[in-house]
Each structure stands twice: as C-alpha cells, then as structure tokens.
C-alpha cells in the first residue's frame, strides 16, 4: 500500500516554476495526484511508493522559490490514475510574486539560435526568467491574470507549455513572434516608423549619435552612445550628473576595477547597477566625473539583440523620468514628455502593470530596492496586527507586514512631487492587492507636514488603523539592528524629536527605547534649503568669519549678498540650525571649491569623496562637548583646520585632495569615537550603522575600523538601502516592537 498526503506549501511559490518542478519529480518517481495554485500557496495531493521521497524533493523547491513552510496532512480524496496540474484556486495570501529578473543564459541562447523559433524575439522567456511582479495584476500567478493575458499562445506555444519536459512547461510568459508581444520604432511624436527590423535599425540610429527611448520590463530608458553624452547631459539639463552605462562584460572590466564579488553580483539574475571604481578617473569623464560609474550589463532579450547589433562598446541608460519622479510606462507619456529629449522611441506593446526601476548597488550595499530585488520579503515576528509603513519624504517606498513578514515595495520616489505621491498611494493599493492585509497599524515619519504623514492620517480616520510616528533616525536604527545596540544615523536631514533638524546622531538602547547620547554639533543653514542648494551658504553658517568672507568675495559674491548672508546668520534670521552629517560634508565641498551649486541629490559629498579618492589622510585632532546629557562632536573645529589648510594650499591640488581625504576621516573617526564611547558606557557590544552617508566608502571603512578597534561588532543591514530606501521597513519594525 503507497504513502499519501496533501502537501501545504507557503512562500514565494508563485511564478517561480513551481508546479511544472512538482510534476517533473511526481513523473520522475510514480506519484500520481494534483498541483494547483491556490492564492500565495501551492497545494499537492500525491500518492506513491515513494511518497517520502517525492517529499523531500519538493522540500528543496526551485531555484526562485522562497519556501516558507511546508505541512502535510491526511488525504482521504479518490487516488486518480496520473499526476496533473489543475486550475488555480483562491486561498492564503502569505507570499508574494517574486521580482523580475534577467533573461537567462538559455533564453538568450535561444534567441541567438540560428534554428530556434525564438530566433531574434525579444520578449523571450522560461520558468526561470523575466518579468514577474511588473506584469501580475492579481493572485494566483496565471497568464489571465498578468499583462500576458492580451497574448493567447499559439499552438507551437502551447505544446511547449504543456510539455512536462520542456523548461517552459507552465511558463506563463511564454510567447514567440507569432502570439507575443512586438516591438516598433516611432518617431518621437509616436508615429510608427515602417522598418523590416525595429531593433537593428534603433542600434544603426543610436550609433549615429541618435538619442533613443527604450521600454524595458519596468519603465522607459533613455539611450544613447558615449559620444552623446554632454548632449544627453544638456537635453536632461543635468549637465554635472554621472550616467549609468550598458555594456558587454569585458567592456565593463576594461573601464572599471571590478572585483570578482562585485562581478557575480553582475551577472546574477538581479542584474543591478553596480556602481564600481573606475580604473582612473579619467576614464570616460564625459559620462561620469566622479571616480565611480555605474554599470550593468544587458538584462532581457531586447538589450542582447541590440548589442548584437551596436557597434558602439557601450550605450548610457538613464531612466526617462525626472529624478524623484516615477518611472514612464505608457507610451503616450513618453511621446508627451520626451519630446525635445529624444529623436525616436522603441517600445513593445506589452503593459507594465507595476512600473519598476533598476536596482542599484555599490560595494555590497544596496542603494536603490527595486527592479530584481523587491518587492523585498523578509520574515520578522512583528506580532498578529497588519502594519503598513509609508516611508519617507524622499527616496520612498512602502512595507507592508503580515503574518510574520515584512513586504517592501520597489522604490517610489519623491514624494512631494504630486505625481510621485500618487505613485506611493498606488504602490499601497497594488501590494495590499496582493498581499491582502488587514491593516491594523499605520507607522509614519515624524514630521508633522509631510504628505506621507498625511496620507497616514487619512488612512488612519478611514480604516480605523493606530498610527504610530517614529522618528526618522530611529527608522534608520530599527532597520539596521533590533538587538541592544548603539545606532550611529548619518544621512542629510531629518526632523528630530525636539523638533530640530537631525542628521548626524547617535542613539542607545533597544527598539522601541532608544536614546538620544550624541550628535554633531548644531550649525546653521542660511536660508534654509538655500543652503542645501549653494553650499557656500552652508559654509558661511558654520564659520561667518573674514576668512570665508574673502574666499566668497574672490569667487564673485557680492558685498550687498555677503552683508545679506552675514545679517541672516547673525540674527538668525531663516536659518535653522542642523546636526546633519550631510549638510557638513557639502560645506567642506564648498570650502575647497569641489561644488558650489547643488545640481543632484548628493552632489557636493560625492564629488568631495571622489577628490579625496586613493589619497591617505592626516591626523587631525577633535574636539568634544556636552549637553543635557549628550556627547557632541564639534564639526565647526575640523572645518577651520580644513579653512587653514585650504588658505595655506594657495589653490594646490594635490593638498586640496589631501584635505578633502583627511576632513572626511577624521569626520568618521569623531562619530566613530561618539558611539564606541557611548557603547563602553553602556555596556554595549553591538553599533549599527545606517544613512545616506554610510555610502561613502572612506567615512563607512574609518567607522568599521574604529569600531573594531575597540572590540565591537558592526551592524549593517545589507538587505536594504543604507539610505531613505529602509525608512519604511524601520517603520515597520518600531510600530511592530512597541505594540509587543
């Protein structure tokens, strides 16, 4: 008599193959019975001699899934007479979709393959790749119910798709150039251009110096060849902003000092942005002046076969929307808002349901959460409530927590622009569409005027959901750590508790019962976010003396605009006063005349890092104070050794890199020294780490070395950004903790 069972499986068991993968090992060891899909969860009756084998088999899962649990209970239904996969059916909502990933190597070759009917079809995929979350409507994963839907398969189509042999049995991407998607050339006023091959064409036209929209799996790009650069760079009107780059591997080793982790992350199936060191920081300076550039290689189908056809080594790929704002999926947008941007438009008919950018990582960390890597799925005991997470102001994305998971939205955006704050309440009505939470708990940022508080509160009054506001920092710190720990947030600005502007703190205890024990020393911004814009502002609010006056002067202020800044300072008229480890980092960009006018978000700290690249720092002393009961880094001390310096250097380049290496180090060694102290004196063996800043690799490494030093561990969450991209998942984690 055989063994039997119902089998449970619950994770992200969806769009990952996971049906065909059961019914290849039921084929493979006799087991007769069902796979269906029932909402987040596959549901197995199997019957057979080798039941307990057939078991552990499934237990393993495939290459995407995510198992999270697997029960089996007693099975009293009818033994059928073979193994089948039957229709979906409604049931939890415990796992998610996976993200979309790189098309992989047997695709491609597929599409190369001189006798494959995949022969030259972009849209080409397998249970194993492609698009995911960017076409699912609803839950369970099928065709009908994803943007394939408007593609019935042909019949060469549905063989394969109901071959239990081939890769793309139960494949719901599965189309060819007969039934599929297709893809056309159109003039930038989105009239469609009569050429025998769309895509070999874009690649003629891009080589000629043509500047082109490309339509990915999330959202539109914008591409050109690296001669168009410094155009590209005008059109956008970001004339000093670094561009990603496209390009074969070799390429990529040729301009970068790529390493061989950075290399695998690379070529995985998340394919991200890898921003690597550049060989020299000559090395292609039109596209980006730093000493990194970001980098990918191509990721689907259409990328490879414009390649194939490109004979530039490399092509930019920028997102086509305005920085903050949400990626463009529809086509008539792109027509309406790239026009005077780009000569022509290649894009495929296929939806984006759910627009997703590239993600982007540097040194292991990641930067930007998206395309490949969320929506982001973690397990935490967070208690039985729903909480949602609304993120921040800049750079947000949305968490939802459920049953013991958070989810973490790809990113959103700015959300002061009203587009991209529409975006946010979309991504929470699209993930809580597949998730189906009942919120319960609504955690939100601490400053009273921001739109993602407000929609918190509206939410809140609509639903009934507590809300619970955490402070931004203490986000940063829930994120990094949930153990007893010393926090150290460095990021650019945020509203503290007292309701000043934070930026650079130090905390200590345990979520939800942090403390505040040490910041930089408060400094003023004349005229607000003026002085995030000209960094001279921000220089001046810190040391107002005739030293920077003269330098001011010598570089074209004006005595009536030096009087105005003077009198803004000193009766501290518009101005606030700021911790923030950011805005100290642009002053000493400033002061050495590395960036005097803001034109990206981060500008004056990367280019400030880039200056100081491969040069060893100076020793310079700190100076610390005391206040109501925190440790305070006097930052104003090391930016007059730095004005000294900078004076005595008479302009000399090689000592402005050595001050710009030495300001920054001796920066970290001080916040370094605030919290190992704080942690010796409160018995503390763990210091997270978290902020905007943390991605300047001298002031993260100075950090991580002087806490070492000391005979401490450092935190660091590498599953989410070290930036604004973990607020709503710490927001999560806080209101979950304090509601225990």
Known sequence: MGRQGRIIIRGIVQGVGFRPFVYAKAQEL????????????????????????????????????????????????????????????????????????????????????????????????????????????????????????????????????????????????????????????????????SVPDPIREAAMLLDQGAIIAIRGIGGFHIACIGDTASELKRRLGRPEQPLAIMAPLKVIRDLTNLSQEEEIALKSPVAPIMVLDKKDMKVIPHVSNLHTIGCMLPYTGLHHLLFAALKAPFLIMTSANVPGYPMITDLDQAVTRLKGTVSYILTHNREIVNRCDDSVIRKSHIIRLSRG????????????????????????????????????????????????????????????????????????????????????????????????????????????????????????????????????????????????????????????????????????????????????????????DLRILNQQVSRRFNSVETTSTGRILDAAAALLGICRQKTYDGEPAMKLESVAWGVKPELWSLSFSNNEGCRILNTPSLLKIARDEYIRSGGDARVIRKIASSFQYNLARGIAQLATDAADGGGYTKVALSGGVSYNEAIRKTIAEEVYARGMELVINTDYPLGDGCISYGQCVWAGMSRK
């Open 373 to 560: 890597l969320a929506p982001r799925r973690i397990a935490h005991d967070l208690g039985c409530e729903s909480i949602l997470g609304v993120g921040p102001e800049l750079n947000a994305n949305i968490t939802i927590y459920r049953d013991g998971f958070t989810v973490t939205s790809p990113h959103v955006g700015n959300v002061r622009n009203p587009p991209t704050f529409s975006y946010l309440e979309e991504t929470i009505e699209r993930l809580s569409n597949l998730l189906h939470p009942d919120i319960r708990v609504i955690a939100h940022d601490l400053h009273p005027q921001f739109l993602s508080t407000r929609l918190a509160k509206e939410m809140a009054e609509e639903t009934g959901a507590t809300l619970v506001p955490v402070q931004h920092h203490m986000a940063h710190i829930a994120a990094a750590c949930h153990e007893p720990c010393v926090g150290i947030a460095i990021d650019g600005v945020g509203y503290g508790s007292d309701g000043t502007i934070w930026g650079g703190e130090i905390f200590s205890g345990e979520i939800p019962d942090l403390k505040r024990v040490g910041h930089l020393q408060p400094v003023l911004m004349p005229g607000g976010d003026l002085a995030t814009k000209f960094p001279e502002r921000m220089l001046y609010g810190i040391l107002p003396d005739e030293n920077i006056e003269q330098i001011l002067a010598l570089r074209g202020w004006s005595q009536s």
């Open 30 to 193: 006799g087991i007769v019975g069902t796979v269906q899909n029932a909402g987040s969860e596959v549901r197995i009756n199997a019957y057979g001699d080798q039941f307990e084998k057939f078991l552990e088999l499934v237990r393993a899962g495939t290459p995407l899934s995510v198992i999270d649990s697997i029960e089996t209970l007693p099975l009293t239904d009818p033994r059928p007479d073979s193994f089948s996969i039957i229709p979906s059916a409604q049931g939890s909502f415990s796992g998610l979709i996976p993200p979309d990933i790189a098309t992989c190597d047997k695709c491609i070759a597929d599409i190369f393959e001189k006798n494959s009917r995949y022969k030259d079809y972009f849209a080409t995929s397998c249970v194993n790749c492609g698009p995911r979350y960017s076409i699912i409507r609803s839950l369970p994963y099928d065709r009908e119910r994803t943007a394939m839907a408007e593609f019935p398969p042909c019949c060469e189509c549905s063989t394969e798709y109901t071959d239990p042999l081939s890769r793309r049995h139960h494949a719901q991407t599965i189309a060819c150039n007969s039934c599929g998607p297709q893809i056309a050339l159109l003039s930038s006023d989105g009239e469609i251009l």
